[in-house]
């Protein structure tokens, strides 16, 4: 495009408003002759549907991942962009329908992406699980799964999605798929679901939830072959977590609950707890105060339940891991001076965890913003940006720029204006002064 083009007033109006999809929008009708959603959306690696959402938002997306992808593709120079880019971004359009192996080995590039949550985790419920015959791995080589999977769950919650994930699909390709026949046996089988939940999850962290979304149901039907149905409904819970994480508050609910139908089966008071707080993050999005306060008073009446006992894979969902979704549920509900108290005990979380750190130290100073108390959030904002040297996660951005939205009402005080300095040195988005 000439630089001219840039300069239309629709288009320097939509960048001063740090408005992406109102942008897109300028940029599509004023080509001549004028482009069509569905032209602009292929050239995205989008639908038609979730490009006209985006421009038709009245709160813009803060997916950095998203941002600097589609400022790449069509080459919007540098001095209207409100992030900067980075150099690996290229102005390639996005393919139209990547494979499942070129996604994967492709690490950090961007992928199709359509809407997170289209259909609820029930269809998959139908399916039934096959009978299994004889195995060919051996004990030792599901343990070596197992082990593998431990590592990569480790290094994803320490320091992010981005760092394993490539070398997790190579191994899942080489070593995992190629032993998942018709004869494998249950072990195996949940091992493989096991490390497909933990490739999700990654995919999750570095902004492409419809991969992750993938790898779950992947997981989930894994786990259906094995008869495994308290790691199927952990699927299920997982895919609620991230519904939620996009403000998909519908989409959160109806996964929680079809996730209580198969952990009704099992007895096993963590994942119990775990599905109602999510349950309960999902109607507090929605604004239903009396379904939600229901859902969290049955989680922690489960909490008050559940004991070490539990499998490898829900250790994580200890008090801290507990104290953190419930100080969620309450911020988004409205009660910021109940939630900041959970928030304040998620920090007395073990170690290994420093990503989780950081989205709770992140979460409790977006609670002190909106108590007003802008010193105290400015504060651990501060904490929270001084995190990210160890982590790479498009989910830490997010939560920082959560915060900075948060923070927007405050944005002439000094504190302010230093933390969004900050943010900025590290690709943050932070509402326009």
Known sequence: ????????????????????????????????????????????????????????????????????????????????????????????PAPASPTLATVEESGDVDVHRRQFLRASGMTALGMVCSGTAQAVPSGSTVEEIRRMTAGFRAQDNSFGGSYGRSALAAYFSRTVEPLLTSRAKPPLLVAAAEMQQVAGWMAYDVGQPEIGRRHLREALRLCQRAGEEALAAEMLAGMSHQAAFLGAGDSAVDLALAAQQIAGRVHLPALAAEINVLEAHGYAIKGDRAECLAALHHSEQAFEHADGDRPDWLRYFDRSYMAAKTAHVLRDLGASAEAEAYARESLQMAEGYERGRLFNTALLASILADQRRVEEACAEGARAVSMLHRVRSVRALAYLSDLARRLAPFARTTSVKHLYDRFHSVGVVTPRM
């Open 1 to 92: 495009m000439p630089d001219e083009f840039w300069d239309h007033s629709e288009i320097q109006q939509a960048a001063r408003e740090r408005h992406i999809g109102r942008l897109l929008r300028a940029y599509r009708t004023l080509q001549r002759p004028r482009m069509t959603q569905l032209q602009l959306a292929g050239w995205l690696g989008i639908d038609q549907s979730n490009l006209s959402r985006h421009e038709r938002a009245a709160r813009p997306t803060v997916d950095l991942d998203k941002l600097m992808q589609w400022a790449s593709i069509l080459r919007i120079p540098q001095r209207l962009l409100w992030f900067q880019l980075h150099p690996t971004h290229t102005s390639e």
